[in-house]
C-alpha cells in the first residue's frame, strides 16, 4: 500500500463534490433555537403585508360601496325602476271641426282593427293567408304590414287592417279560436258627416308616411299613426292633435307589457 492511500486513508472524508462541506470540516447546521428569531421576524414581516393588503382591498371594497348606495344611489335607482316599468303614450283624441252654426264636419267615431301579436302566431304566412280569405285584403295592405312587423318587436300588436265592417268583425269572431295571436281592437277614426258638402274645405287626414316624420315631432306624435293631409285638417294640425298622455306600466326582462 502507497503512501498517498494512507493519506487518503487518514484524512477526513469529504463527500463526493469537491465544493461541497461537510460535517467533517467542522461546519453543523444552525438548531431551531437559534434559528428562531430570524424565522419568526420573516414570518411576521410577511404577515404585516398580508395584512396591509387585505386593508387595502377592504377600503377599496368599503368604498366602491359607498359610491354605489350613497353618491350614485340616485342613478342606479332610476336605471333599476327603467329595467322594471316603461312609459307607453297615449294617443290624445283628435279635435272637432265645427262650423259657424255647431255644425259637426269632422268627428271621431269607434271603430274597429285587426291587430296581430308576432310571438303569438305560430305560422305568420298561413295566417296573413286565411285574413287575406276572410276580409278580401288588399296586396297593398300585406305590403305595408310586412313592413311594419320588421320594424316592430315580437310582442307589440302590429295592425293589419282598420276600419272593419261588422261583418267582418263577426267572421273574425267566428274564426279566432283558430287565429292564435289575432286580435280585433276598438280604435277612434276620422269621419265627415258633411263629406259630399265640405270635403275640400275640411280636407282629410292620412297615415303618417317618410316625409311627414322629416317635419314633425315624432316624440309629439307617439302613439299616433295619422296626420292631417289637406284643408282645416292640415292647417289646424298643431290644434287638432292634442297632446300625448303617457302611462307607466310594468313590464318584464324582455320589455314584455305586464300590467
Avoid at 469537491?18 to 428569531?37: F, I, K, L, Q, T
Avoid at 403585508?49 to 359607498?66: E, H, K, P, S, Y
Avoid at 287626414?205 to 293631409?229: F, M, P, W
Wanted: glycine fraction near 6%.
Amino acid at each position: 500500500m502507497t503512501d498517498s492511500s494512507a493519506a487518503n486513508r487518514g484524512a477526513p472524508w469529504r463527500g463526493k463534490t469537491a465544493g461541497r462541506r461537510s460535517w467533517r470540516d467542522g461546519d453543523r447546521y444552525p438548531s431551531p433555537v437559534e434559528e428562531g428569531p430570524r424565522v419568526r421576524g420573516i414570518l411576521l414581516r410577511r404577515a404585516m403585508v398580508a395584512a396591509l393588503i387585505c386593508f387595502l382591498l377592504l377600503g377599496v371594497v368599503i368604498a366602491r360601496v359607498a359610491w354605489l348606495q350613497v353618491t350614485s344611489h340616485e342613478r342606479f335607482a332610476s336605471l333599476a325602476e327603467q329595467n322594471r316599468t316603461r312609459i307607453e303614450p297615449i294617443p290624445p283624441a283628435r279635435g272637432l271641426i265645427y262650423d259657424r252654426n255647431g255644425v259637426v264636419l269632422a268627428d271621431n267615431a269607434p271603430a274597429f282593427q285587426v291587430e296581430l301579436v308576432p310571438e303569438q302566431v305560430p305560422d305568420m304566412e298561413a295566417t296573413l293567408q286565411h285574413l287575406a280569405e276572410l276580409l278580401a285584403l288588399e296586396e297593398s295592405d300585406l305590403v305595408r304590414f310586412r313592413k311594419t312587423l320588421r320594424a316592430s318587436r315580437s310582442f307589440d300588436s302590429v295592425p293589419l287592417k282598420l276600419n272593419l265592417t261588422e261583418d267582418e268583425v263577426a267572421r273574425l269572431s267566428v274564426a279566432r279560436p283558430r287565429l292564435p295571436g289575432v286580435e280585433v281592437q276598438a280604435r277612434l277614426t276620422r269621419v265627415y258627416p258633411q263629406r259630399e258638402k265640405v270635403a275640400h274645405v275640411v280636407g282629410y287626414v292620412g297615415r303618417i308616411n317618410e316625409r311627414d316624420l322629416q317635419v314633425i315631432d315624432a316624440e309629439a306624435y307617439r302613439g299616433t299613426s295619422h296626420i292631417g293631409k289637406t284643408g282645416l285638417e292640415r292647417f289646424y294640425e298643431d290644434r287638432l292633435h292634442g297632446q300625448v298622455g303617457h302611462r307607466r306600466v310594468e313590464v318584464d326582462a324582455h320589455g314584455r307589457t305586464l300590467r
